[in-house]
């Protein structure tokens, strides 16, 4: 059973496998200091460095797993460990990066259980870069399938619009992928306290769905301006710069909008010119707006807007069968059984 404190915890944010832990260590540098940051990988080694208040080991081995099947099991032979981890939470934010094993194994055994808890679930996954290739692109679309029925809203963003915000051309690999993590952490943060300031009375399963409605795909954009006209032109850039392509706003069902100041700035018409703007270009949504601070922004606004309920699929992929092993005619078959 969780301790007081722990079923205390409204909301946990859980990072899984090697982008994932990655991920949840920018989020933590902006996220609520009330937010239990949970780091998961099936490698031991892959936790040593994470800034997360707690690190649990997916399997019992701690060896590298190669391939998505594998690390699936080994979140299902610690099923009941991640119960006990999960019970008492509000709302999960599951945080991944697919195309590889652990992230794209075992983040969807993690969403069943939360699901089977009743707890609702927000995912926020990034997509491979197009340079990664169409096997590792498969193995994510795969994974996001299987994901897709477990969690109550899925945020897939993808690395190569996040590389292009960026804007600098001269970055190095290293420095490109510290870049989009940034990105992603970013948008992650701004998804989550989104839907929290949006919900009634704060976190929780009929709340939550009280503000997003039948939920699925989520679309998320965000975009910043300042001087003269800053809201329409921070409102109009957000709604046409997703981070996944492939979806639009005006197909969502619920639109949330988080508009951001420095404090004392907003005014009533910039609330308005915004919401404006929005119910334009989502004009079947239910909109729902709030607003936060951040002495940062100075003269800036900045329109971050989830855009919910849209249907996507994600096809598979033609790639080689890179999956399919040929067993020797007297080999015997592996067993799943864990030491």
């Given at each position: 059973?969780?301790s ?15 982008g ?11 996220a ?27 399997g ?15 979140a ?6 991640l ?15 697919f ?6 194994g ?13 707890i ?6 990034s ?11 498969a ?32 970055l ?23 839907v ?22 989520a ?5 910043q301006a300042?001087g ?8 109009e850039q957000?709604?046409v ?46 909109c ?12 800036q606004?900045r ?26 005619p ?10």
């Amino acid at each position: 059973m969780p301790s007081a404190t722990e079923q205390k915890t409204a909301i946990r944010a859980i990072g899984i496998g090697g982008g994932g832990v990655n991920l949840l260590t920018a989020f933590r540098v902006r996220a609520s200091p009330e937010i239990e940051c949970i780091a998961m990988h099936s490698v031991s080694d892959a936790l040593k460095n994470s800034n997360a208040h707690k690190t649990f080991l997916l399997g019992v081995s701690g060896e590298r797993i190669s391939r998505a099947s594998g690390a699936r099991v080994n979140a299902e032979h610690v099923q009941s460990d991640l119960r006990q981890i999960l019970s008492g939470s509000q709302l999960v934010l599951l945080l991944s990066a697919f195309g590889g094993a652990v992230g794209t194994g075992a983040s969807p055994v993690i969403a069943r259980t939360a699901k089977e808890l009743g707890i609702p679930t927000i995912a926020l996954i990034s997509m491979p870069f197009n340079w990664d290739g169409s096997i590792t692109q498969a193995v994510a679309a795969a994974g996001l399938e299987l994901l897709s029925k477990s969690v109550d809203l899925l945020v897939v963003l993808s690395s190569d619009t996040a590389m292009d915000m960026l804007g600098n051309e001269d970055l190095n690999m290293d420095e490109t992928v510290t870049g989009v993590n940034e990105v992603i952490a970013f948008a992650a943060a701004e998804a989550l306290k989104l839907v929290v300031a949006a919900a009634p009375s704060g976190p929780g399963y009929s709340r939550f769905h009280s503000t997003t409605g039948t939920a699925g795909i989520a679309l998320f954009s965000t975009a910043q301006a300042g001087g003269f006209g800053r809201a329409k032109i921070a409102a109009e850039q957000a709604v046409v710069c997703p981070l996944l392509e492939g979806v639009a706003l005006a197909e969502a069902q619920h639109a949330l909008v988080l508009i951001t100041t420095a404090p004392g700035s907003l005014t009533n018409t910039e609330s308005k010119l915004v919401m404006d703007v929005i119910r334009q270009a989502a004009p079947n949504a239910q909109c729902t707006f709030a607003t936060a601070t951040d002495p940062l922004l100075a003269e800036q606004i900045r329109v971050t807007v989830l855009g919910v309920g849209l249907k996507r699929t994600w096809e598979p992929i033609d790639c080689p069968p890179h999956s399919v092993a040929k067993r020797l005619p007297d080999a015997p078959f592996p067993s799943l059984a864990m030491q």
